[in-house]
């Protein structure tokens, strides 16, 4: 018999129609945490994107608005960055840490899912 409005299942606030809203939703803190490591993950990227640039003279580093930027997202990602280079070994140049940050904030985005939908955490 299908449902006319919202039901509750579990705890879930269920959606009927379509299938894209056929899934619980999260806990807001959860939903809230997991949109801040996305965030995180956006300015991880930016933060290499603008190393290769200024590393590659794309970019004047000398510029204020330039070095501005550059220093923002230098200071949004070394504090995490820092004890990950620490513990990685030199690879000649190559800088892995953000490529170990973006697989923890990974994992911890899949870890608040789970929860979230599997405990109702």
Same mark, same amino acid.
């Given at each position: 018999m299908?449902?006319?409005?919202?039901d509750?299942r579990g705890?879930?606030?269920r959606?009927?129609g379509?299938?894209?809203?056929?899934?619980?939703m999260?806990?807001?803190i959860a939903y809230?945490?997991y949109?801040?490591?996305?965030?995180y993950?956006?300015?991880?990227i930016?933060?290499?994107?603008a =190393?290769? @640039?200024?590393? +590659?003279n794309? /970019?004047?580093?000398?510029?204020d608005?330039?070095?501005?930027v550059? %220093?923002?997202?230098?200071?949004l990602?070394?504090?995490?960055?820092?004890?990950?280079r620490?513990v990685?070994p030199p690879?000649?140049g190559?800088?892995l =840490?953000? @490529?170990v940050? +973006?697989?923890? /904030?990974m994992g911890l985005?899949y870890?608040?899912?789970?929860l979230? %939908?599997?405990?109702?955490?």
């Amino acid at each position: 018999m299908p449902s006319s409005g919202a039901d509750f299942r579990g705890f879930f606030l269920r959606r009927p129609g379509s299938r894209r809203y056929n899934h619980p939703m999260m806990n807001p803190i959860a939903y809230l945490l997991y949109q801040v490591l996305e965030f995180y993950k956006w300015i991880v990227i930016a933060a290499v994107i603008a =190393s290769w @640039l200024a590393a +590659f003279n794309v /970019i004047n580093p000398h510029n204020d608005f330039v070095r501005m930027v550059l %220093r923002a997202l230098i200071a949004l990602t070394e504090p995490v960055f820092r004890p990950i280079r620490k513990v990685l070994p030199p690879m000649g140049g190559l800088d892995l =840490s953000p @490529l170990v940050v +973006f697989f923890i /904030i990974m994992g911890l985005q899949y870890t608040i899912v789970y929860l979230s %939908r599997g405990y109702g955490i």
